[in-house]
């Protein structure tokens, strides 16, 4: 856990929906180029967590963060940081896949173009090479024209991916992005994850244990909005330091 | 069993205008009916043709349009973006209260109010032209076009949004881009309806556009469409007539339009429905 290899980090967060605390004190160190899971049962915070570091919050009404959250050296809350720039640089794969109704190859390129991508024969080559980073190149080279609703959800959430992958953010946010999948997407998109970790830091929401257990380096364990235990996965899973940690895991809560 | 009664009623209300305007295609032929120039069903020998009626209310009616669309796509748009939720449960109803106002209403208001006002700024010789007709039966269909499209825009799921924006893509954009065309189909629908009422009505356009059944050459002189001829003219009509025939024959045109609108309309719904993948 070397210090200089700090790529995010959450600085005495306070996330409030209303009057309710959704988050309370968390603190908490994102590595780069590794994996960094987020776990806990359902209503811990995991989600609101995760969503906070693209800012993906800010469209729900009445809510309310204290802290700070930096991207770098940058507090990406700051009065005057731009959001746009913020979430260009951290992608995000959502929990249902939810591609656009547009073409396969359309919205892949719509990233690119809504930052002012022109160049034709570039956003061609970028498509192509997302689609292969996300594996799912070969399964739809020949019907890229093709309406991306008609692929599977495994495929439709590979899509995303390669969606997510085209604008070349640095940070990759995953908000349990197999929870609507079977066994073998799930495989193939937890192969992706590792794949991807050596190009992008990655954040990766999840109730599967073992998911986490599989592809993280990082594991934090979040319970009722509270930060229990941050270490790496294989001595959180093999021999954690808090009670409540060890319950969780041996699953006497859940 | 009540909706076999409006099956019953529908299959009735077909059966007379197809009973009763028949001969006159049959007496003038189908071309000269839809396509002459000329309305004299008074004189001897009278004349049934109802172009430029038909142009009229095609005039009219995309007048309309170009009135309802900017200002009830734009309010549905204001409504489902920037309006707060307690901004919306106040402006919503108010402007479905507008659908609600008689048509007779909405032609003393053309009358008093949006006709002298055309007079004066167009020094026109009258006021009551295609150009009033096609504002008060602009203002009118807004609730339809409103209503519908905003329907349409809060049915496009928060996840499009979502994924636009995290894709580094602004409001602007997200709504340009993703939004509206994700509900595209369904504001078109409600553009369709909203034409579609707007050829029917029939009280405020004889209120306001003139009446004058001439070729119309601009939107700033009296026309009569086809829905005002048939009631002003229905009730000196001899029934059984030709002049009576001719009106019925002019209801079943209408009749047809609207109802190739409604299908239209109920095409596109669902060819969005199956986009969004709501299902039929």
Excluded at chain 1, 46 to 71: A, C, H, Q, V, W
């Amino acid at each position: 856990m070397d210090k200089n290899n700090i790529r995010m980090k959450c600085e005495k967060v306070n996330f409030y929906y209303g009057r309710k605390r959704a988050l309370d004190d968390i603190n908490l160190d994102i590595y780069k180029n590794s994996v960094t899971a987020i776990i806990g049962p359902s209503g811990c915070g995991k989600s609101t967590l995760i969503r906070l570091y693209n800012r993906m919050n800010d469209l729900i009404p009445r809510t309310r963060l204290e802290g700070k959250i930096f991207l770098d050296d940058k507090n990406i809350y700051d009065i005057g940081s731009d959001v746009v720039e913020i979430r260009r640089k951290v992608g995000m794969v959502f929990q249902k896949p939810n591609p656009f109704p547009k073409t396969i190859f359309e919205n892949i390129s719509y990233g690119l173009e809504v930052n002012g991508e022109k160049d034709k024969t570039f956003i061609n080559d970028r498509v192509i090479s997302s689609l292969k980073k996300a594996a799912l190149w070969c399964e739809v080279k020949d019907r890229l024209h093709d309406s991306a609703l008609q692929l599977s959800g495994g495929q439709q959430q590979r899509l995303c991916i390669a969606r997510c992958l085209a604008v070349e953010p640095e940070v990759i946010l995953f908000d349990e992005p197999c929870a609507s999948l079977d066994p073998i997407s799930t495989q193939k998109i937890e192969e992706l994850i590792l794949e991807l970790k050596k190009t992008y830091t990655i954040i990766i929401v999840t109730h599967n244990m073992q998911q986490a257990a599989r592809v993280s380096d990082f594991t934090a364990f979040l319970y009722i909005g509270k930060l229990v235990e941050f270490g790496t996965t294989e001595k959180l899973f093999t021999v954690p330091k808090e009670k409540l940690t060890e319950e969780y895991l041996t699953g006497k809560f859940g | 069993m009540l909706a076999f009664a409006s099956l019953l009623f529908l299959v009735g209300i077909m059966v007379v205008l197809f009973l009763n305007g028949l001969p006159i295609f049959k007496e003038t032929g189908v071309f000269n009916f839809l396509f002459g120039r000329n309305w004299y069903p008074t004189y001897d020998p009278p004349e049934f043709g109802i172009l430029p009626l038909a142009l009229a209310s095609l005039m009219v009616t995309f007048g309309a349009l170009l009135v309802c669309v900017p200002l009830g796509v734009g309010s549905a748009l204001y409504l489902n973006e920037l309006a707060g939720p307690r901004q919306k449960a106040f402006l919503k109803p108010i402007i479905e209260i507008i659908a609600g106002v008689p048509s007779i209403v909405f032609g003393f208001f053309g009358m008093l109010i949006v006709a002298p006002m055309v007079q004066k700024i167009f020094n026109l010789p009258v006021g009551f032209t295609a150009f009033t007709g096609s504002i008060i039966l602009g203002i009118m269909a807004v609730p339809t076009v409103c209503s519908i499209s905003e329907d349409a825009l809060s049915y496009v799921p928060k996840s499009f949004r979502e994924a636009s924006l995290a894709l580094g893509a602004n409001r602007w954009q997200t709504l340009i881009k993703v939004v509206i065309p994700a509900a595209g189909s369904g504001i078109s629908t409600g553009i369709i309806l909203g034409m579609s009422r707007a050829v029917g009505e029939t009280m405020t356009v004889l209120m306001v556009t003139g009446g004058a059944a001439v070729m119309p050459k601009s939107f700033f002189i009296p026309v009569r469409p086809m829905t005002s001829t048939i009631a002003a003219e229905m009730g000196e009509a001899v029934v059984g007539s030709s002049h009576f025939h001719a009106l019925f024959g002019i209801g079943l045109v209408l009749f047809v339009i609207t109802l190739i609108f409604n299908i239209i309309a109920e095409m596109i719904s669902r060819r969005f429905r199956v986009k969004l993948g709501l299902g039929r």
